[in-house]
């Protein structure tokens, strides 16, 4: 039962560009959401939240949307740059630190 | 550099014996989760330790348990290993369990673990 789904496992984007990660999830339960990005060789490295509370919460570069409704979450980088290539999971939780994660998406940006 | 280091970085074991992996948490972290990522997959989580005592587990057997020590060094213990349990293995260190600090889960590099 795969609780968060990563339906797109690669993206493949020009620098400068907008990159849009998306994810969905099935259980209501989930009160807060995270977006991880992993190098090879790495653990993940915590990028940006958002509580259920909210619909919108931005970083810099990094934006993530929630729409509740929809069970369904996405992060944007704008604009995006080389340095940004690298696998991104998004994880939801509720209660404890218990993460759920998605299967993850391949972000490759090319000059 | 997240100051989570993890060791073994690669095992090689055969099927049915036991592995011992380890996680030295970032300073001042009493909260430490394990996940297992197979090939492919996201992290799945496997258990939490909070303050030495096992606080939250997932859908994993018995056969997988954890120690967590008063200098917040935990351990991940497999038996009887099997084939499926070919993955790599990542410990995340937060300060508190349970708690608002969802965010602050800092992941080691993992051990990449291959029962043969």
């Known amino acids: 039962d795969q609780q968060v789904k990563q339906n797109s496992p690669s993206l493949s984007v020009q620098e400068g560009r907008i990159s849009i990660l998306n994810c969905d999830y099935t259980?209501?339960?989930?009160?807060?959401f995270l977006w991880y990005k992993k190098y090879p060789a790495e653990g993940p490295t915590f990028l940006i939240s958002?509580?259920?509370?909210?619909d919108k919460n931005e970083d810099g570069r990094f934006t993530v949307f929630l729409n509740k409704s929809a069970k369904h979450l996405s992060l944007h980088i704008v604009p995006s740059q080389p340095g940004d290539s690298a696998v991104y999971f998004c994880?939801?939780?509720?209660?404890?630190?218990?993460?759920?994660f998605g299967t993850g998406t391949r972000l490759q940006v090319f000059p | 550099e997240t100051g989570v280091t993890q060791s073994p970085t690669h095992l090689i074991k055969t099927r049915g014996q036991q592995v011992t992996l380890r996680c030295s948490s970032q300073?001042?972290?009493?909260?430490v989760s394990w996940y297992q990522q197979a090939l492919g997959q996201g992290p799945q989580f496997i258990f939490q330790?909070?303050?030495?005592?096992?606080?939250g587990r997932g859908n994993f057997p018995p056969r997988f348990s954890g120690l967590q020590f008063p200098n917040y060094s935990s351990e991940l213990n497999v038996n009887a290993l099997e084939l499926d349990d070919s993955a790599l293995y990542l410990c995340?260190?937060?300060?508190?369990?349970?708690?608002?600090?969802?965010?602050?889960?800092?992941f080691g590099p993992g051990t990449r673990l291959l029962v043969l």
């Open positions: 995340a260190s937060s300060l508190e369990g349970g708690g608002n600090f969802r965010e602050t889960q800092y």
């Open positions: 259980n209501s339960m989930f009160d807060y």
């Open positions: 958002i509580s259920s509370i909210k």
């Open positions: 994880a939801a939780g509720y209660n404890t630190d218990k993460l759920i």
């Open positions: 300073s001042g972290h009493n909260t």
């Open positions: 330790y909070y303050r030495e005592e096992e606080n």
